[in-house]
């Protein structure tokens, strides 16, 4: 069932309605409770009043006050008469005169001129055969009560006006705010990728949700860029070994070409597959690091052992560059929890560009530091020409190569590959100018843990 925006609150009116309902039944039920006890009360303060004062002044002293009482009357709803003991009003209000009264406590009795006005009377025996009556009016009680009930009943409807109203401002503000949210979803599902959700500096908890959303789309629109990067990079930097693949074993089928030829061609396919197995498996480890996947691999390890170890193998690589190999390391083992295939492969891919491209002559320098409580780096620099500045961030993209020609062997993902492990390990790839050359850190979070 579609619901419709008005649903909510007109749910919520009916609600608010049916509580006004119950809240008025309540409160009358309640308010005669009160007022009845309040009444009782009255009653008998008073009865307890005219028994001391009979018993201070006498009857007849009780017979003045309460004809003078009489002639006064009262605004509270209550009379007071003295009778004899054959049931004749000696003094007081004249309409007890008419009303049924009991020889002792509490009864209610109709008016005989007026069946529909009732009375509370409380007859209490004094001494001498006399029966001092207290009668409540309960027309004045039903009085105080609707007083009571439509003041209250003024009070919860204006109250429930009042929730109805804000209900109805918020439902609207509700819907304006989230349509808003859904149209940028409805131009990103359009393909506008640009489209962000309106935000308000300072704002609520929409304007929370709608950053959320844009930092969101913000990445999404970056992983399709970089989607639309891989595919167009694999396909130009795949193509040239395919093609090279099918030439060599276009060459080794020929029947006509000598042996030694075709066995060439063979082995150059299997070069260019190399090639291309080598760049299809760099991505698959990207993707692995940065989903998360490889965690599952991660141990407790030395980091400073691992890198040395790194290091050591690069040795000979180094010498036959003609540049010279410095490392290290603290005495005390930098314990991490790590994948050390992942790390090895990512240090590994460092000394790799320090080899290749800081130039013959360079000082290539491996350092492993436990920077405080919970941290690691592990920096190579070296003194070659180094990365422009402005492309320092970019290099880390996959496929980015500085060379325009891009004849230099390598795919472009050595960088990438880096910044994936260290998005892994909790930590980032940060790369600097080493004035001169250049200085790759990989950043470790929690070495400890």
Same mark, same amino acid.
């Given at each position: 069932?579609? =619901?419709?925006?008005?649903?909510?609150?007109?749910?919520?009116?009916?609600?608010?309605?049916?509580?006004?309902?119950?809240?008025?039944?309540?409160?009358?039920?309640?308010?005669?409770?009160?007022?009845?006890?309040?009444?009782?009360?009255?009653?008998?303060?008073?009865?307890?009043?005219?028994?001391?004062?009979?018993?201070?002044?006498?009857? %007849?002293?009780?017979?003045?006050?309460?004809?003078?009482?009489?002639?006064?009357?009262?605004?509270?709803?209550?009379?007071?008469?003295?009778?004899?003991?054959?049931?004749?009003?000696?003094?007081?209000?004249?309409?007890?005169?008419?009303?049924?009264?009991?020889?002792?406590?509490?009864?209610?009795?109709?008016?005989?001129?007026?069946?529909?006005?009732?009375?509370?009377?409380?007859?209490?025996? =004094?001494?001498?055969?006399?029966?001092?009556?207290?009668?409540?009016?309960?027309?004045?009680?039903?009085?105080?009560?609707?007083?009571?009930?439509?003041?209250?009943?003024?009070?919860?409807?204006?109250?429930?006006?009042?929730?109805?109203?804000?209900?109805?401002?918020?439902?609207?503000?509700?819907?304006?705010?989230?349509?808003?949210?859904?149209?940028?979803?409805?131009?990103?599902?359009?393909?506008?990728?640009?489209?962000?959700?309106?935000?308000?500096?300072?704002?609520?908890?929409?304007?929370?949700?709608?950053?959320?959303?844009?930092?969101?789309?913000?990445?999404?629109?970056?992983?399709?860029?970089?989607?639309?990067?891989?595919?167009?990079?694999?396909?130009?930097?795949?193509?040239?070994?395919?093609?090279?693949?099918?030439?060599?074993?276009?060459?080794?089928?020929?029947?006509?070409?000598?042996?030694?030829?075709?066995?060439?061609?063979?082995?150059?396919?299997?070069?260019?597959?190399?090639?291309?197995?080598?760049?299809?498996?760099?991505?698959?480890?990207?993707?692995?690091?940065?989903?998360?996947?490889?965690?599952?691999?991660?141990?407790?390890?030395?980091?400073?052992?691992?890198?040395?170890?790194?290091?050591?193998?690069?040795?000979?690589?180094?010498?036959?560059?003609?540049?010279?190999?410095?490392?290290?390391?603290?005495?005390?083992?930098? =314990?991490?929890?790590?994948?050390?295939?992942?790390?090895?492969?990512?240090?590994?891919?460092?000394?790799?560009?320090?080899?290749?491209?800081?130039?013959?002559?360079?000082?290539?320098?491996?350092?492993?530091?436990?920077?405080?409580?919970? %941290?690691?780096?592990?920096?190579?620099?070296?003194?070659?020409?180094?990365?422009?500045?402005?492309?320092?961030?970019?290099?880390?993209?996959?496929?980015?190569?500085?060379?325009?020609?891009?004849?230099?062997?390598?795919?472009?993902?050595?960088?990438?590959?880096?910044?994936?492990?260290?998005?892994?390990?909790?930590?980032?790839?940060? =790369?600097?100018?080493?004035?001169?050359?250049?200085?790759?850190?990989?950043?470790?979070?929690?070495?400890?843990?």
């Amino acid at each position: 069932m579609r =619901l419709k925006p008005w649903i909510w609150p007109a749910a919520a009116a009916l609600v608010a309605i049916a509580a006004v309902i119950v809240g008025l039944l309540i409160v009358d039920r309640l308010g005669e409770r009160a007022i009845a006890r309040q009444q009782t009360a009255i009653a008998g303060a008073a009865r307890d009043y005219f028994v001391a004062f009979a018993r201070d002044e006498g009857v %007849k002293g009780l017979a003045e006050a309460l004809n003078r009482h009489a002639e006064v009357g009262a605004a509270d709803g209550f009379r007071y008469a003295l009778e004899d003991q054959s049931g004749h009003m000696l003094a007081g209000a004249d309409v007890i005169s008419s009303l049924d009264a009991p020889d002792a406590g509490f009864r209610t009795v109709a008016e005989p001129d007026a069946p529909r006005r009732l009375w509370r009377v409380l007859a209490q025996p =004094l001494g001498g055969g006399y029966t001092l009556i207290v009668a409540e009016d309960l027309s004045a009680r039903d009085g105080l009560r609707a007083a009571v009930f439509r003041g209250s009943a003024l009070a919860i409807l204006i109250t429930a006006f009042g929730a109805a109203a804000a209900g109805f401002a918020l439902n609207a503000m509700l819907l304006r705010r989230t349509r808003a949210i859904a149209h940028t979803a409805e131009r990103i599902a359009g393909g506008d990728l640009s489209a962000r959700a309106p935000v308000r500096a300072n704002g609520d908890v929409f304007d929370d949700l709608g950053a959320s959303v844009n930092v969101m789309l913000g990445r999404i629109e970056e992983l399709m860029t970089g989607m639309r990067t891989v595919a167009d990079s694999i396909a130009h930097d795949l193509r040239s070994p395919l093609t090279r693949m099918k030439g060599a074993l276009v060459r080794a089928a020929d029947p006509e070409a000598p042996e030694s030829q075709r066995m060439q061609a063979l082995d150059d396919a299997h070069v260019e597959a190399d090639i291309v197995l080598a760049t299809l498996n760099a991505l698959l480890d990207i993707a692995h690091a940065e989903s998360g996947l490889s965690r599952e691999n991660m141990q407790r390890i030395d980091v400073a052992a691992l890198v040395l170890g790194i290091a050591e193998l690069f040795g000979p690589a180094v010498e036959d560059a003609g540049q010279t190999l410095v490392t290290h390391a603290p005495q005390v083992p930098v =314990l991490a929890r790590a994948h050390p295939a992942l790390l090895r492969q990512a240090v590994g891919n460092l000394l790799h560009n320090a080899v290749i491209h800081a130039g013959e002559g360079a000082t290539v320098v491996v350092r492993v530091e436990e920077t405080g409580l919970g %941290k690691a780096r592990i920096s190579v620099a070296d003194d070659g020409p180094g990365v422009p500045v402005e492309h320092l961030g970019r290099v880390q993209e996959r496929f980015v190569r500085l060379e325009a020609s891009r004849t230099t062997a390598g795919s472009g993902l050595g960088l990438a590959l880096v910044a994936a492990c260290a998005k892994l390990h909790g930590g980032r790839l940060v =790369l600097g100018d080493n004035r001169p050359g250049l200085v790759a850190a990989l950043e470790l979070a929690d070495p400890r843990s």
